[in-house]
């Protein structure tokens, strides 16, 4: 029996450090296998290069939020506070471990019968404030992003008007091109000008 609200909150923390650059799957450095003979080389793909079409911008808020220093702080800090609701959530669950344990082995006896649905009882609501902890995790982590895209926007806006842009787009979503009028570091060094770290606390939400 485990009681565990990580795994939205380590995507949490991942979606806010996640860089869109990263050449990496699963964590793991990608490796093509050689090809056995000269006829079964794959070709190679070919950049598309092309002439940057002017007024066309990119970026890539993922990367923004990955790789300037308010980004990194607030990663650090939310991963600080979901260590330390887990730490919370096991010290409660540890004993209730050892509880269960102890009575697998007893008899079905009325006593031990009322001592399980008490174990129940308090196993159900460990259950419910894990879930509880979990959303207020992920409220933080909405918060957190909010509060950096209300400070990147004033940074976007004076470098798209610098650069003459007249469409925005996600770079994230283009298959290829010139990515001249890219945007994404102009945009991480005038944030961190701006504003260089920041704290926060979990929020709290009414169950």
């Not at 460990?126 to 400070?151: C, F, M, P, S, W």
Request: charged share 20%.
């Amino acid at each position: 029996m485990t009681v565990r609200f990580l795994s939205a909150a380590v995507v949490a923390v991942a979606a806010l450090a996640s860089s869109a650059s990263a050449q990496t799957v699963g964590g793991a450095t990608r490796v093509q296998p050689q090809p056995q003979a000269q006829s079964q080389a794959q070709p190679q793909a070919q950049p598309l290069g092309g002439p940057v079409v002017p007024g066309v911008c990119l970026l890539s808020r993922e990367a923004v939020f990955a790789n300037a220093a308010v980004g990194k702080a607030a990663s650090a800090r939310l991963a600080e506070l979901t260590q330390a609701a887990q730490a919370d959530i096991d010290a409660q669950r540890t004993p209730l471990e050892a509880e269960a344990r102890t009575l697998e082995g007893q008899a079905d006896t009325v006593e031990t019968r009322q001592r399980r649905e008490q174990f129940a009882a308090r196993w159900q609501a460990l259950q419910t404030q894990a879930a509880q902890v979990g959303r207020e995790i992920e409220a933080t982590r909405a918060k957190a992003l909010g509060r950096i895209a209300n400070e990147a926007q004033p940074v976007i806006a004076q470098v798209y008007a610098s650069r003459s842009c007249g469409l925005l787009f996600d770079r994230n979503t283009a298959m290829g091109g010139n990515f001249a009028n890219d945007l994404t570091a102009e945009v991480v060094a005038g944030l961190d000008a701006r504003i260089q770290t920041m704290t926060f606390e979990r929020e709290r939400l009414t169950q």
